[in-house]
């Protein structure tokens, strides 16, 4: 035993007792080891010892990871072994018997149809019912209702007569009926999807036509009309009932956030008028970098209200964008051609067509040997691939200087525009216009051909600047209306009068008059239950 060389004496004791204890207890317990190891199985140290070397086994490594050592070729070989387990065991599909086959006796399956609860589609011959034994006699006449109602619906290129036709009115009524509508106003102005509620009466005879006893639709937004007989039996007679309509138009106001369309969206505007409104807004500035979060936008759409609860939007009359401490955006609606024009009076800008014909540029302006001539000499125009007949449209406005055959050009039309610039456009097969007419921009002058000196359809086009000859790709026109005189001082007048209107306002239902609230009269619950039946 060592002895400390420390020279607390107590402390020499001490270490020397405790050294001596833990020689004398080991022996102890290592008997008690012994006596363990040999004595009852331990499940839970097997089980301990077992998940200690599992978790030790790196069975599945990350196949992310060192790519290309042992232990991702160890990973790669687990993950095909366990695919190709999992198909080993892949189950089969083959068909399975659901149910027996029917006998191929005709009486018994006579017995299983007229038995069958099932629709008429699937083989019963009943429908949901049993099927009716001996003692079922049938009826000698069935009673009808003395009443039907129904809602027809006048359909995409449909007629009016034709309508009626089809729900049940007979052909002499129906012509009564088309002659009074006609009074009021032409059914071709009928909008489809227009709802026609119909009401027949008891059939006089079997096989008769059942008799109209009235019909109401709604004409236009601010009439319905009315076909009804004062007594039964009477003739027919139209009335007309005129509903009150508010046009006040639809101001949206709201800030610009993230997107511009969904705040408009959100803000309750239509689909169709925020179109729209990028469109014109996107003449002025760039939707991209020079519109910001913190902007506001402002339109406003034509509405129309009617007294009956009914709404109905048009289209975009004023597109307005305030931008803080720049210059605000106000564009208005104005004119038979609906353009948009600036608060100072200035038109939206249009620019030309690229082509007059939709195709390829098959060749273009420059020196080039001729295919029919044979020899080098300059082609003054360009040439678009396009079949025969294809439309051909003026790139811009004009006017015809000439309509008809120009020499190696064939049939031909030569327009002029603004400052010096004309255009011709040869092979035509035909020519829709004459000399002297004015065309607009897209409109169409004539149609692709072959006359002249050339190999194939096309159309050859050709642009003049004072006379001489230009290459036309490298021309784009550009038109801005202007407003003078009375014309823009009305323009400003119903830009400050628009401008007056309250975000908001037109959504507020329209009072009722006393007039319509005694026409109205008390509604019933029960009479909600009695709806027409729809006629498809």
């Not at 489809?192 to 009466?201: K, N, S, Y």
């Not at 080039?368 to 396009?386: C, E, N, Q, T």
């Not at 309509?403 to 020519?431: K, P, Q, W």
């Amino acid at each position: 035993m060592q002895v400390s060389t420390s020279d607390d004496p107590e402390q020499v004791t001490a270490d020397g007792a405790a050294r001596e204890s833990a020689q004398t207890a080991a022996p102890v317990v290592e008997g008690q080891g012994q006596a363990s190891k040999a004595g009852k199985f331990s499940l839970a140290t097997l089980k301990s010892q077992v998940f200690a070397h599992i978790e030790s086994f790196d069975i599945a490594p990350d196949l992310g990871a060192d790519i290309g050592s042992k232990r991702w070729f160890r990973g790669l070989g687990t993950f095909v072994g366990l695919s190709v387990l999992a198909l080993a065991f892949w189950p089969d599909f083959a068909p399975l018997e659901a149910a027996s086959p029917l006998p191929d006796d005709s009486g018994i399956l006579d017995e299983y149809h007229s038995q069958a609860i099932l629709p008429l589609a699937l083989g019963a011959d009943t429908g949901r019912r049993m099927g009716p034994s001996n003692l079922v006699r049938p009826l000698t006449e069935a009673p009808e209702r003395p009443q039907l109602q129904m809602l027809a619906t006048l359909g995409s290129g449909g007629s009016f007569e034709r309508t009626l036709l089809r729900a049940g009115v007979g052909r002499a009524e129906a012509q009564d009926v088309l002659s009074l509508v006609e009074r009021a106003m032409p059914t071709s102005e009928l909008e489809p999807g227009t709802q026609i509620d119909i009401t027949l009466g008891r059939r006089p005879a079997p096989g008769a036509s059942r008799p109209l006893e009235g019909l109401k639709f709604r004409a236009r937004f601010d009439l319905e009309l009315a076909v009804t007989r004062l007594d039964p039996g009477a003739d027919l007679t139209l009335s007309r009932k005129i509903i009150r309509v508010d046009e006040t138009p639809l101001r949206i106001r709201g800030t610009v956030g993230d997107s511009l369309y969904r705040s408009a969206r959100a803000a309750g505007a239509p689909a169709s008028a925020i179109q729209a409104y990028l469109k014109a807004l996107s003449a002025q500035v760039s939707l991209d970098s020079e519109v910001r979060e913190t902007d506001t936008f402002d339109m406003i759409i034509s509405h129309r209200r009617a007294a009956t609860g009914e709404r109905q939007a048009g289209q975009l009359l004023f597109a307005g964008l305030e931008r803080g401490s720049r210059q605000p955006i106000q564009l208005m609606r104005w004119g038979k051609d609906g353009q948009f024009y600036e608060a100072s009076g200035v038109g939206e800008e249009r620019g030309g067509l690229v082509a007059p014909v939709p195709g390829r540029m098959s060749s273009s302006f420059g020196m080039r040997r001729h295919p029919i001539l044979g020899y080098r000499r300059m082609h003054s125009g360009v040439d678009f691939k396009a079949r025969h007949g294809t439309p051909i449209v003026a790139v811009t406005d004009g006017r015809v200087t000439g309509a008809g055959r120009m020499g190696g050009c064939g049939n031909a039309v030569r327009l002029r525009h603004g400052n010096g610039i004309d255009t011709r456009y040869c092979h035509m097969s035909r020519i829709a216009v004459r000399g002297g007419q004015s065309v607009k921009r897209g409109q169409v002058i004539g149609y692709v051909g072959s006359t002249g000196l050339s190999t194939g359809p096309h159309l050859h086009y050709e642009m003049y600047r004072g006379g001489r000859a230009v290459n036309p790709a490298s021309v784009q026109f550009v038109t801005r209306a202007q407003l003078s005189g009375d014309d823009l001082q009305k323009f400003r007048d119903a830009l400050r009068k628009i401008r007056t209107v309250e975000a908001g306002a037109a959504l507020e239902d329209l009072a009722p008059t006393a007039d319509e609230v005694a026409d109205e009269g008390p509604k019933r619950e029960i009479d909600k239950l009695n709806m027409p039946k729809q006629v498809s």
